[in-house]
């Protein structure tokens, strides 16, 4: 039974249950005390066992139903300890012609099972034993092979792929030539969108706790007498209990500035995803959308539910799409009107591919960004290799940006918005500035002596 | 013993006024078995805390209720000195430890005495038992029931992660306090914040949802034994229908059982638009839900 119940939490774990065996061994502890008479019975044990939050409820009611249901789906089950044995026959089969194969050489018996598919009664132990030979009657995937060589060769291993070593012909079909000309993208799938969603909240999950852990290092430390002397009122002011200073909670400022043209469109809308679960605990996020016009939609964020504001987007009813991408239009118009309001030296970050159409950069306009915000991060969805080529001006651009960074997928966006997180909330945003494209550097806190020296301050 | 098998469990808890399913049965069963602790999930208002009220009736056992908040520490929920009391006794006892100290020469000296005397003002006489203490301490076996866990943050979880694997707390002036009988812990969340895993792989977990049709019929009918079997029918399939529209507060099955006695002493035999209407405030608690359940009467009973 053991067996049994390690097989199953091996595959809860592949399909991405984290199980522990302290949980397994409660699961087989719990299945002993409880009896495994009835099927639904069993079910609950080890549901309670081994299943400890909802999102994993689902996968572990198919899988159940996957291991357990046995092979002939007709057949009810009524009986979970003797589809158990079944399980364990299918299992046991495909050991015991492991085995076979250990035993003798290459041509041993090889047998390809397919758990879900197999009916376990083709797969009785003193068949194998006996006749040895092709089964190839029952199920459509058996195929025995055994020592005594009789019958065809199993087949050669199919040819996948050619790697070849000659020069790589790429054809300018319609496909190519529409991303080049920026059209023809494809809206994201609800499978898509759930993943993206599932790795942002995963991000906010981590940074959470890492950011309560770092606000609470922060602002610890100082004795606050006058809190301290009112809580300990009734001990007759004798600071039993002593009170800490607690600085305002500061949430560190950005600013987003997203490209929504064709060419950039499915990193924006991660982006715009990521600044709306972002914004609501853990940073103070002011977001533009632009193509030629820029448009501020920090208020359509925060109220509008994220996919029809998407949507809005993409119908062109913040911003036209149907202009080219003009970034230094943009950069004129985002320093004329927005440029005074931003509070403190907020972040910057810009998400676009610097593909301007052969319009004006007006690059001196980003140096005053620049120095208004403290930091401007750019990130593009294209290699280093091709910032040269075409009308790409992100050469022009990279001297006035405190970092470029190049983002291919969703985890290298969520990476860098991490880490700008984490380290605003370390050591505000000299940190982020002094960690180089390398990586994170260790978080340089500030340590402070103690009174007695004069509340000096040192930098280790 | 009233827990020996899954079935026996259920029977005794519709006894004790508690429906319960299958999942639940053998959660309780399994708790009292391999002495683990309950972790219960759900939405509110579905049976969570009135599991370990019904549990402690049925087995009778005290109940000791710990209420989660913001900042709950260990001074809250284990155990606590009480330092007033020890300063007045201190105060009190002045004469009396002038005359003690009487003889000694050195300041050293009469700290040394003083000393010898520590236990005395750290003793089970200062010490305020908090619930989990309490419960640790008791005579018989208790039901401690450590409620809306999830209001309380990370530190606190570290803090009951100890206490719940080994029933024990250690009080330094005291030493090691271990459970005299191991309690039957629940622990409810509303999951409005994750748990930590660490506590989940110690306990096991139970998601209570909304119940089905069957089991919440019989709820109404068990608590609210006026209703009638039609009643109580189209009640429960009326809230179902509520509950899917999506409102800001979903109507639980507190609600249902709120419905069905306000229904009984208006002494009302069937449902009909103009009763939803005007009991509408027992099952929605906000403006814009009234307005929905008001169009979902008139769709139905209209």
Redesign the interface.
């Known amino acids: 039974m053991e067996r049994i119940v390690t097989r199953f939490v091996a595959r809860l774990r592949e399909k991405g249950i984290g199980v522990?065996p302290?949980?397994s061994i409660?699961a087989v502890?719990?299945l002993a005390?409880?009896?495994m008479e009835r099927r639904?019975?069993a079910k609950?044990?080890l549901?309670?066992?081994l299943?400890?939050?909802?999102r994993d409820?689902k996968t572990f009611d198919e899988t159940f139903e996957e291991f357990f249901g046995g092979g002939a789906a007709a057949r009810p089950r009524g009986d979970l300890a003797g589809a158990g044995s079944e399980a364990f026959v299918d299992l046991e089969g495909r050991r015991r012609t492991a085995d076979h194969a250990e035993k003798g050489d290459k041509s041993g018996a090889t047998l390809m099972v397919d758990d879900q598919m197999m009916d376990p009664d083709d797969l009785a132990l003193d068949r194998l034993e006996e006749t040895g030979g092709d089964q190839q009657g029952a199920g459509p995937r058996l195929s025995v092979q055994t020592q005594r060589y009789r019958g065809e060769k199993l087949k050669e291993p199919k040819q996948v792929n050619n790697y070849t070593q000659g020069p790589i012909y790429i054809s300018l079909d319609e496909e190519f030539l529409g991303k080049w000309r920026n059209d023809g993208v494809k809206p994201f799938t609800p499978e898509e969108e759930a993943a993206m969603e599932e790795v942002v909240a995963r991000m906010v999950?981590r940074l959470k706790?890492d950011v309560?852990q770092l606000k609470s290092r922060q602002t610890r430390g100082r004795l606050s007498v006058i809190k301290t002397l009112q809580k300990n009122y009734?001990?007759?002011m004798?600071p039993?209990v002593k009170v800490l200073r607690r600085r305002r909670k500061e949430r560190p400022r950005v600013v987003v500035l997203c490209d929504v043209s064709y060419s950039v469109s499915h990193a924006s809308r991660f982006m715009l995803l990521l600044v709306h679960t972002l914004q609501k605990g853990l940073l103070d996020v002011r977001s533009f959308i632009f193509n030629r016009e820029i448009a501020e939609v920090s208020s359509l964020l925060r109220t509008m539910p994220l996919n029809l504001m998407l949507e809005l987007i993409d119908e062109g009813g913040v911003v036209s799409l149907q202009d080219n991408s003009d970034f230094g239009h943009v950069f004129t118009a985002f320093k004329e009107n927005h440029l005074e309001s931003l509070r403190g030296r907020p972040a910057v970050i810009i998400l676009g591919d610097a593909r301007n159409n052969y319009n004006e950069a007006n690059e001196e306009i980003l140096r005053d960004i620049r120095e208004r915000a403290g930091y401007v991060l750019w990130l593009t969805p294209e290699d280093e290799t091709s910032w040269n080529l075409g009308d790409c001006l992100m050469n022009t651009y990279r001297p006035y940006c405190d970092r470029v960074e190049v983002v291919k997928n969703v985890e290298e966006l969520s990476r860098i918005v991490e880490e700008l997180v984490r380290c605003y909330y370390g050591g505000g945003p000299d940190a982020f500035r002094s960690a180089g494209p390398a990586g994170m550097a260790p978080v340089a806190t500030v340590k402070r002596l103690p009174w007695r020296h004069g509340g000096v301050t040192v930098k280790p | 013993m009233p827990l020996s098998t899954v079935e026996q469990v259920r029977k005794t808890l519709e006894t004790g006024g508690y429906i319960a399913d299958e999942v639940i049965a053998t959660a309780v069963f399994l708790a009292a078995r391999m002495e683990k602790p309950i972790l219960i999930e759900g939405p509110p208002g579905v049976g969570k805390t009135s599991l370990a009220q019904a549990l402690s009736g049925i087995l009778d056992l005290p109940l000791v209720r710990l209420q989660c908040y913001e900042g709950i520490d260990e001074g809250k929920a284990l155990y606590d000195w009480e330092y007033g009391k020890q300063l007045l006794y201190t105060q009190l006892l002045r004469t009396q430890l002038d005359t003690y100290l009487d003889g000694a020469s050195t300041l050293s000296e009469a700290v040394g005495r003083l000393a010898k005397e520590e236990s005395l003002f750290f003793s089970e006489q200062f010490l305020v038992q908090r619930p989990v203490l309490r419960s640790f301490r008791s005579e018989k076996r208790s039901v401690l029931l450590i409620d809306e866990i999830d209001r309380s943050d990370d530190e606190f979880e570290a803090l009951l992660l100890e206490c719940l694997s080994d029933f024990q707390i250690s009080i330094p002036e005291l030493g090691m306090i271990k459970a005299r009988q191991k309690p039957l812990v629940i622990l409810t969340s509303n999951a409005t914040r994750l748990i930590s895993d660490a506590l989940r792989r110690r306990c096991l977990y139970l998601y209570i949802g909304y119940p089905e049709v069957e089991r919440e019929v019989a709820i109404v009918r068990q608590r609210v034994p006026e209703t009638c079997e039609a009643l109580a029918a189209q009640l429960v399939g009326f809230m179902r229908k509520a509950r899917a529209l999506g409102l800001r507060k979903p109507p639980s099955v507190s609600e249902s059982l709120d419905w069905a006695r306000v229904l009984s002493i208006l002494k009302v035999e069937e449902l009909s638009a103009k009763t939803i209407v005007n009991t509408a405030g027992t099952i929605a608690k906000h403006q814009a839900d009234i307005g929905r359940i008001h169009e979902l009467a008139m769709a139905e009973f209209g």
């Open positions: 522990s302290g949980e409660d502890r719990a005390a409880a009896g639904a019975d609950a044990v549901q309670l066992t299943v400890k939050s909802l409820r999950r706790k309560r009734r001990h007759g004798v039993f």
